[in-house]
């Protein structure tokens, strides 16, 4: 099977950033790192404003399902 010359920009022991690789990223870290925050703050924000909206609704309107009778034989009917 034939395969393609290795690229430059990529090390040939391992893993890791050719000094061809740094160089090629460099113009795009600054940007890059300015959309990870701004992303990640907009996540954020909308995270924590669903749980402070939630953290105020009333639920006190919501009727509650009545629970289910007691019974003596329930004690002994338990399953092991």
Known sequence: MVFPPPSKY???TGK???????RA???YLVRNVLTGVALLSFTAAVYSYAILAVKQDDL??????SPPPSSANNNNNKTI
């Open 16 to 22: 890791g950033f050719t000094p061809a690789l740094q």
């Open 60 to 65: 006190g309107d919501i009727p509650l399902p």
């Open 10 to 12: 990529q090390a040939t």
């Open 25 to 27: 990223r460099r113009p």
